[in-house]
C-alpha cells in the first residue's frame, strides 16, 4: 500500500513541469501564411520575415501583457488553394489568436473562409482582389490596396502620361492576375482607350513568343503584362525586347520584386509597373529598414505591408487586454497611425485603403514615377 | 545595352503585315521545336535500345541547363565572358554534356540495369521514381529559386522588314541542325552506329558477332543525355534563367514528339518535335494561346489513331536505334 502511494507521488512529480510549463510559460500564437516554395517563395519569405521583425520589435517593446513570449507558425501556402486551406486547418489547430496571410488571392479566399468559421482575424498583407473584403466575413482585414483601385489608377496612368489610344493585355488566369486585367480592360474602356486584345496563357508556360508576336503585329500603344510573379513577368520580357516589341510595358504589383530587374536586367528598364506608395522618409520606415536589411537584405516587396499587418495585430490585443475575436476587431478598428508602408486606418469591410502609384525601371530600380493626383513626380 | 534592343530608327514602325506574321512565328516555331526534338532524341534512343521510357531524361535535361549556368557563372565571374564568349559557351557546352552523359550511364548502372531482366513495367516505375530523386536533388542542391543566365550573350538580332531573328534563334536553330545531322552521321554512317542499331534489333543476335550489349546501351544514355543537356543550356539562355522543375514539361512534350514521330525512330523523333513545335506556336497565335497545349495533344491523338505506330514508327525497321 505505501509502495503504491510512492509510486503515485513519484509520477505525479514527473509531471511537476509539465503543468507548470502549461500553467506558467503562456505563448500567444500567431500564425503567418504565404508561400515559402515553389515560383512565389521571394515574396512569401519576405512576409514571413515582415512578420518575424514584427514579434521582434513588440517584444522587446515589452510584449504582450499577460504572456512570456510571442510564437510565430509560418506556414507554406505555396499559392495553391488546397494547401493554403490545409495550412488554415493547421493554425486552427494550434490555436493561434490571428493570421498574417496570405500571399495569392486564390489562397487567401478560400482559407479566410475556414478561419472565418472559427472568428480567427486574418489580415493579408497581399491579396489585392476585391472578393477578398468584398465577401463581408468579420474577421478579414486587408493591408495593402485593392485591384479595382489599382485597375483605374493604372488606366489613368497609360492614358494621362503614356498617352495611350490602344492596349494589348495578357493575363495568366489566376484568380489575382485575370480579376486585374479584366479590371484594367473595364477601365480603359471608360477611358477611350481601344483593346486590341485580351489574351490569356497559362501559369507555368515558359515560351511566350507566340503571344508577343502577336502583339508585335497589333503594335498596341501599350503591353499590359499581368502576371502573378517576377518570373514569368522577366521571362515575357526578355522575350518581348528580344523580339522587338515596342510597345510601352506596363505591369502590376506581382511583379514588383527586385528579382524581376535581376533576371530581366535591360530589357525590364523603362517597364512601368503601379504599386502602393510607400514614403521611405518616414521615421517609421527608417527604423524598420535599420532593424530589416542587417538581418534579411534587401526590403522587398510585401515585407513592409507583412510588418504593419502584424503589429497592428499585437497593437489591437494588447489593447483589447484579451485574445476574444470580437474584442479585438473592436480594437483593430480604432487603429489609427503611421505604418512603415502607409498610414493604417481600417475601414468598415476591413479594407485600410489604396495609394497606387506608377513606377519606372531606371537603371534597374523601381523609381515612383506618376501619381494620380499630381503627375509626374520630379 | 539597353539600345540594343532597339529597332534601327530607319526602320518606321508599323504592324506586321500577313506574310511577315506568318515567318515570325514559324521562326518561333522552328526554336521551339528544335529543342523538342534534341530532348526526343533521348527518349526515343533508349527506348529503341531496351524499350524502356525514361522517365527520368527531363531531368538530364534539366541538369543541363544548371551546369551551364553554374559554369557561365563562373567564367563570367572570371571576367572571361567579355573577351572571349564564344570560347566561354563552347566550354559550357561541353561540360554540361559530359556532365550529363555520365549522369546518364550511372543513373542506368543504378536504376535500370538491375531490373533489365524484370518486368518492364519495374523499370518503367524505377525511371519514375529516378525522376523525382533527380529532380528533388536539383532543388536542395541549387535551391527553390530560378537560376539566372547571363542575359548580355547574343543581344539584339537580324531584322527583315519587321520581322525580327535574334541572334540566339539563330545560334540555337545552327547548332541543333549540327547535332542532328552529327547524330545521322553517328548513326548511319559509323561502325559504332551500326553495333548501336544491331543491338536494338536483337541483343543476343548481335552479342554473337561481338557487340557489348552493355556498352552500347550506356553509350545510347550518354548520347541521349548529351543531346539533352544541349538542349537545357539552350532553354537557360532562351528564356533567362533555369529552374529545379523545369524539366517535368518539356519532357512530356520530348515524349510526345517522340510517340509522335515514332518512337524508337531517329528521323521520327526529330520530326515530331518539330510538329509538336510548330504546333504550339501557331495554335497560341493563330487560334488561342491558353489551349496551345491542347492541340499540340490533339494533333498526338489524331495521328496514333490512324497510325499507331506514328509517323516514322514501323514494327521492324533496321532504321531503329
Known amino acids: 500500500m505505501r509502495k503504491k502511494a510512492l509510486l503515485i507521488m513519484a509520477l505525479g512529480l514527473i509531471l511537476v513541469p509539465f503543468l507548470c510549463s502549461a500553467v506558467y510559460a503562456k505563448t500567444l500564437k500567431i500564425g503567418s501564411m504565404s508561400p515559402l516554395t515553389g515560383s512565389y517563395a521571394s515574396d512569401g519569405t519576405d512576409i514571413k520575415n515582415g512578420v518575424l521583425t514584427a514579434v521582434e520589435v513588440f517584444e522587446e517593446a515589452g510584449g504582450m501583457p499577460g504572456y512570456d513570449k510571442i510564437e510565430v507558425f509560418p506556414q507554406d501556402t505555396a499559392c495553391d488553394p488546397r494547401q493554403a486551406v490545409a495550412a488554415a486547418n493547421k493554425l486552427l489547430n494550434l490555436e493561434v489568436v490571428g493570421v498574417i496571410g496570405a500571399y495569392c488571392s486564390s489562397s487567401t479566399i478560400p482559407s479566410s473562409e475556414v478561419l472565418d468559421e472559427e472568428n480567427v482575424p486574418m489580415i493579408t498583407p497581399a491579396s489585392t482582389h476585391q472578393d477578398v473584403t468584398d465577401r463581408g466575413l468579420p474577421y478579414m482585414f486587408r493591408m495593402c490596396g485593392r485591384d479595382d483601385d489599382q485597375a483605374p489608377a493604372s488606366a489613368n496612368f497609360m492614358k494621362e502620361s503614356l498617352g495611350a489610344k490602344t492596349i494589348f493585355i495578357v493575363d495568366d488566369k489566376t484568380t489575382y492576375s485575370q480579376g486585374l486585367a479584366d479590371g484594367v480592360e473595364n477601365a480603359c474602356k471608360k477611358l477611350g482607350i481601344k483593346i486590341l486584345a485580351h489574351e490569356h496563357v497559362n501559369q507555368g508556360d515558359k515560351d511566350f513568343s507566340a503571344i508577343l508576336t502577336m502583339a508585335k503585329r497589333d503594335n498596341a500603344d501599350v503591353f499590359y503584362m499581368s502576371l502573378q510573379g517576377y518570373s514569368p513577368a522577366a521571362m515575357m520580357t526578355l522575350q518581348a525586347k528580344r523580339l522587338g516589341l515596342k510597345s510601352q510595358i506596363v505591369t502590376q504589383d506581382a511583379v514588383f520584386q527586385p528579382k524581376y530587374v535581376e533576371v530581366a536586367k535591360d530589357a525590364a528598364e523603362g517597364v512601368y509597373l503601379t504599386y502602393g506608395f510607400t514614403d521611405p522618409a518616414t521615421p517609421e520606415y527608417k527604423a524598420f529598414e535599420k532593424r530589416y536589411v542587417p538581418k534579411y537584405g534587401k526590403i522587398a516587396a510585401y515585407s513592409t505591408y507583412a510588418y504593419d499587418a502584424a503589429t497592428s495585430l499585437l497593437q489591437a490585443i494588447k489593447a483589447a487586454g484579451s485574445t476574444d475575436p470580437a474584442k479585438i476587431k473592436a480594437e483593430l478598428m480604432k487603429l489609427d497611425y503611421q505604418g512603415v508602408a502607409k498610414h493604417i486606418k481600417f475601414r468598415a469591410n476591413g479594407d485600410s485603403g489604396s495609394s497606387y502609384i506608377a513606377f519606372k525601371v531606371v537603371d534597374g530600380k523601381f523609381v515612383p514615377y506618376w501619381e494620380p493626383v499630381g503627375g509626374l513626380i520630379k | ?321
Not at chain 2, 535500345?49 to 563570367?76: K, M, P, R, S, T
Not at chain 2, 561540360?95 to 513495367?121: F, N
Not at chain 2, 529552374?243 to 519532357?251: L, T
Open chain 2, 1 to 321: 545595352m539597353a539600345a540594343s534592343f532597339c529597332l534601327p530608327p530607319e526602320i518606321k514602325l508599323r504592324k506586321l503585315n500577313i506574310m511577315e506574321y506568318f515567318i515570325q512565328q514559324f521562326i518561333n516555331g522552328l526554336t521551339l521545336g528544335g529543342m523538342y526534338a534534341l530532348i526526343a532524341l533521348g527518349y526515343t534512343m533508349v527506348y529503341g535500345v531496351i524499350q524502356l521510357i525514361n522517365f527520368a531524361h527531363g531531368e538530364f535535361f534539366a541538369a543541363g541547363g544548371y551546369v551551364g549556368a553554374i559554369v557561365l557563372a563562373y567564367l563570367a565571374g572570371l571576367g572571361y565572358m567579355e573577351t572571349h564568349p564564344v570560347i566561354c559557351l563552347t566550354t559550357a557546352f561541353l561540360l554540361s554534356m559530359a556532365y550529363c552523359a555520365y549522369l546518364a550511364v550511372g543513373v542506368e548502372k543504378i536504376a535500370y540495369k538491375p531490373l533489365r531482366k524484370e518486368s518492364r513495367l519495374a523499370a518503367l516505375l524505377s525511371a519514375l521514381g529516378m525522376s523525382i530523386f533527380l529532380s528533388n536533388g536539383m532543388m536542395l542542391t541549387q535551391g527553390v529559386y530560378d537560376k539566372i543566365y547571363p542575359s548580355e550573350l547574343f543581344q539584339g538580332g537580324i531584322n527583315f522588314g519587321m520581322v525580327t531573328i535574334s541572334y540566339l534563334q539563330v545560334m540555337i536553330v545552327s547548332l541543333t541542325a549540327c547535332l542532328l545531322v552529327g547524330l545521322n552521321l553517328l548513326v548511319f554512317k559509323t561502325k559504332i552506329g551500326m553495333a548501336m542499331r544491331a543491338t536494338a534489333q536483337d541483343k543476343t543476335m548481335s552479342a554473337l558477332v561481338a557487340i557489348g550489349s552493355n556498352k552500347i546501351i550506356s553509350l545510347t544514355f550518354a548520347i541521349g543525355a548529351g543531346l539533352a543537356a544541349a538542349a537545357g543550356i539552350m532553354y537557360g539562355l532562351y528564356y533567362g534563367s533555369v529552374r529545379y522543375d523545369m524539366g517535368f514539361v518539356p519532357g512530356i512534350k520530348a515524349f510526345a514528339a517522340a510517340v509522335l514521330g515514332g518512337i524508337g525512330n531517329i528521323t521520327g523523333a526529330m520530326l515530331g518535335g518539330l510538329i509538336i513545335g510548330m504546333v504550339e506556336i501557331f495554335a497560341a497565335g493563330y487560334i488561342s494561346s491558353e489551349y496551345k497545349d491542347v492541340f499540340a495533344f490533339i494533333i498526338l491523338i489524331g495521328v496514333l489513331y490512324f497510325k499507331p505506330t506514328g509517323i516514322m514508327g514501323e514494327n521492324i525497321d533496321d532504321t531503329r536505334v
